[in-house]
Every structure is written in structure tokens, then in C-alpha cells.
């Protein structure tokens, strides 16, 4: 059964505009992992964070992970319109063989 | 050239035909993938291969097949397709030796409509 849910499934926002998004996971987990899916097209990693960190960056990105709640959330920064695709977030239980679990993602549009 | 790539592109097909949708990486991982996406549903896994000789079912196997031909060909098959396998289908690899976590290269996807 799918893993993440992601929040919200669709964020409309300005150039400039900070963009959240916030995901949900159920099992024990070693990792979480954001991918980003341009209309149509396959998935692109992003950032992975363990499940002994709490926050980490990348470029205009930062992802934190909450264990306790089961929960992470990926902030892009100063959004761009070539920032408008798919965000999902994935997850490998520990018990699958580490295949990860996808939510059902977050569409995010990025207006001029 | 791609890493991974995949073959055909996109395909229409007819209820009851059988199709081969195929997968290959030049990276070299040990690990390959077959999802498919459906609009609303996210991505779920079908058959995941750790080696050529280790194949194991997803979430939603049933209806499909796989064969892990070399390290870097992995294809999954329809035996008799019907519409509602009409989707969106992605390959994946990984390399989870040296603790990389298991992050996942797609391949673009081919296009399946079964008519």
C-alpha cells in the first residue's frame, strides 16, 4: 500500500513565493526522499534525508523530517515557474526490501 | 544517451494482446524497478529485481510479468492486456551498495493505452 500522502495535492503560488509541502508516512523508515516529476516525464531525485537527521538543505531546497510524527516537509525557496511540476515524497520501509513507497504528490504552479 | 531507457515510448494496444515493455541502464545498479502511474494514484510498484536471479512482486502485480534478461535489462510484460492497464509505466534503477539509500533513476516512461 502506498506510504506517503502527500499536503497539499495542489499549491498555486507566485515567482518569488515560498512553496511547502508536507508529507505523511506510516512505517519505520531509514530514509525519506523527495523526487520532482516534470509534466509527463520520469521522476527526478532531489534530496534524501536519514532518519537520524532533522533538516537538510540543498540549493533553495530544505526538507525536515519529524520521526515521532511521521512526517516531512519540503520547502522550496524563492520559487521559479521552471519550479511548476510533480513533488513527491518516497519512502523505504525497512521490511520491503527498501522499494520505495511513493505518495500521490503535491502539483505545484508556479505563476509569472 | 539516457541512462536508463525505455522502449516503446508509447503504445496503443488491444484488449486480449500481449506487449513487452523493455528496460535498460547503462549506471550499471543492481536493482531495477517497473511502476506505473495513474493520474489521481501516484506511483505504485509493480515487480522490483535486487539481481538477475532475485525478482520479487509489488504492490500490484497481478496481470503482469517480468524478466530480468541481463543486470541491465529488466522488461515487463502484459500477458492480455485489458483498458484498465492503460497507465503510464516507469522503470527505475538503484545502486544500494555503499549505503547510497536507495535512490531511484527513472527512465522517461512509456505511454500504454489498451483499447
Known amino acids: 500500500s502506498q506510504q506517503g500522502e502527500e499536503d497539499p495535492q495542489a499549491l498555486s503560488i507566485q515567482e518569488g513565493e515560498n512553496a511547502t509541502m508536507n508529507c505523511s508516512y506510516k512505517t519505520s523508515i531509514n530514509n525519506l526522499q523527495w523526487y520532482r516529476q516534470n509534466s509527463g516525464r520520469g521522476l527526478v531525485h532531489l534530496i534524501l534525508?536519514?532518519?537520524?537527521?532533522r533538516e537538510k538543505h540543498s540549493g533553495r531546497l530544505r526538507v525536515t523530517l519529524d520521526t515521532s510524527k511521521k512526517s516531512s516537509s519540503l520547502l522550496i525557496t524563492a520559487s521559479r515557474a521552471a519550479d511548476t511540476a510533480s513533488y513527491f515524497c518516497a519512502t523505504p520501509p525497512m521490511d520491503s526490501g527498501y522499494a520505495l513507497n511513493f505518495g500521490k504528490g503535491t502539483s505545484l504552479l508556479v505563476t509569472p | 544517451d539516457a541512462d536508463v531507457t525505455q522502449t516503446p515510448r508509447n503504445r496503443i494496444t488491444k484488449t486480449g494482446k500481449r506487449i513487452m515493455l523493455e528496460c535498460s541502464q547503462t549506471?550499471?545498479?543492481?536493482?531495477m524497478y517497473w511502476y506505473r502511474q495513474d493520474p489521481g494514484l501516484g506511483l505504485r510498484l509493480i515487480y522490483y529485481s535486487f539481481d538477475v536471479k532475485d525478482i520479487n512482486k509489488g504492490e500490484i502485480s497481478d496481470g503482469y510479468s517480468v524478466s530480468r534478461q541481463a543486470q541491465a535489462k529488466f522488461s515487463l510484460s502484459l500477458e492480455s492486456a485489458i483498458p484498465n492497464q492503460t497507465a503510464l509505466y516507469f522503470c527505475?534503477?538503484?545502486?544500494?551498495?555503499?549505503?547510497?539509500?536507495?535512490?531511484?533513476?527513472f527512465g522517461a516512461g512509456t505511454r500504454l493505452s489498451v483499447l
Open positions: 549506471k550499471g545498479h543492481d536493482r
Open positions: 527505475a534503477t538503484s545502486d544500494f551498495r555503499g549505503g547510497k539509500g536507495n535512490i531511484q533513476y
Open positions: 534525508i536519514r532518519s537520524n537527521e
